[in-house]
């Protein structure tokens, strides 16, 4: 009992100890106040208003819906392709070409942001919205590989080759039964996909225009130019969208789970 105890408090500390800063900034979204101040003069919803009426911060959203959108669309396909393909026991060098898939992840995205201006300047795809998008491509589809490489492992090979044994051609075991069985993996990594894109910031600086400046780079530039309460409007923005993402996603794989079991 005192171990269960001891458990159980650490991880309630942990867990104070991630949200902290979250509990400290969101009240501050619903303040009267042009700047972020402890105590709470009056509580009022200008700052949100704000963000959809304020030209620069309404373009923003816009675009980060955009570039969120064809990164998760382009990051799912490449991610789950790759992910199939690593899974053939036959491939050489599988275990080397999953690292340089992942290394994204682990490379500085100061490095990353000039290999990609250089890289898409020499395609005319600076200032683009289609660069920014295989910017952030770059950075999501490791979480993508990630998500569906789990998926894919714990699925029992002897049913694929039930069904191949049965005639169906490749491709149709895979749209018909290795596909369904690994869509929750492929969901989680679409979502992963999408806040990698919506909070990429360091990419965006190099590859992306004045028309591209999505809401994570317009929040990194108002905190540079002034620190206003609607930065933390849309932090509280980013925080609800990743709640009711996380909740639908949950909601889908159990959905899935029921329908594939």
């Not at 208003?49 to 396909?77: C, K, M, P, Q």
């Amino acid at each position: 009992m005192p171990m269960k105890i001891a458990k159980a408090t650490f991880a309630t500390l942990t867990i104070l100890f991630l949200v902290a800063p979250l509990i400290a900034i969101l009240p501050l979204a619903f303040t009267s106040s042009v700047i972020l101040t402890y105590p709470i003069p009056s509580w009022s919803l200008r700052w949100f208003e704000e963000l959809f009426f304020a030209d620069a911060w309404r373009r923003a959203i816009v675009n980060s819906l955009i570039i969120g959108t064809g990164t998760t669309l382009l990051a799912t396909a490449l991610g789950t392709a790759a992910s199939v393909g690593l899974r053939n026991r036959l491939l050489f060098f599988r275990g080397s070409i999953r690292t340089l898939f992942l290394l994204p992840m682990v490379v500085p995205a100061v490095v990353l942001g000039v290999g990609m201006q250089v890289l898409l300047s020499g395609f005319g795809l600076t200032n683009s919205y289609l660069g920014v998008i295989i910017a952030h491509t770059v950075v999501a589809v490791p979480f993508v590989v990630v998500s569906v490489t789990g998926a894919l492992a714990g699925i029992d090979e002897r049913v694929e080759l039930a069904a191949q044994s049965l005639g169906a051609s490749p491709a149709t075991v895979f749209r018909r039964i290795t596909l369904p069985l690994a869509m929750p993996g492929v969901l989680s990594g679409a979502v992963l996909a999408f806040a990698t894109s919506l909070d990429e910031v360091v990419l965006t600086l190099f590859v992306a225009g004045p028309n591209q400046r999505t809401l994570a780079r317009q929040m990194f530039s108002s905190i540079r130019e002034n620190i206003s309460p609607a930065i933390a409007a849309a932090a509280f923005l980013f925080i609800a969208a990743t709640v009711i993402i996380g909740l639908i996603l949950m909601l889908s794989r159990s959905m899935l789970t029921k329908r594939t079991g």
